[in-house]
């Protein structure tokens, strides 16, 4: 009984909900944190930076995130096509 009142209280904290996928933030962050070490904002990066951008990201895990591609492209300003080219 008290497990069933757990469970069906609305006592507990607002859930914060949201369309993008676990993660999308900080991918946001790192490329923005990679675009600011050039002295550079993310759509200003050039194509040999954006490359070395997606490997770095690749490295790190970042792109196994849940529609990671679309997510960079939009950061980025560039096409999904662009980024996956720049991630081989």
């Not at 900080?26 to 993310?42: E, N």
């Not at 759509?43 to 529609?67: N, P, S, Y």
């Amino acid at each position: 009984q008290g497990i069933l009142n757990q469970f069906c209280s609305a006592d507990g904290e607002p859930v914060a909900e949201t369309l993008d996928p676990a993660g999308a933030d900080t991918l946001r962050q790192r490329i923005d944190a990679f675009a600011a070490r050039l002295a550079t904002t993310p759509r200003e990066l050039k194509t040999e930076q954006r490359r070395e951008l997606m490997q770095t990201l690749k490295a790190d895990g970042f792109l196994d995130v849940r529609r990671a591609m679309e997510i960079v492209s939009q950061h980025l300003g560039v096409s999904r096509a662009t980024v996956y080219n720049d991630a081989k």
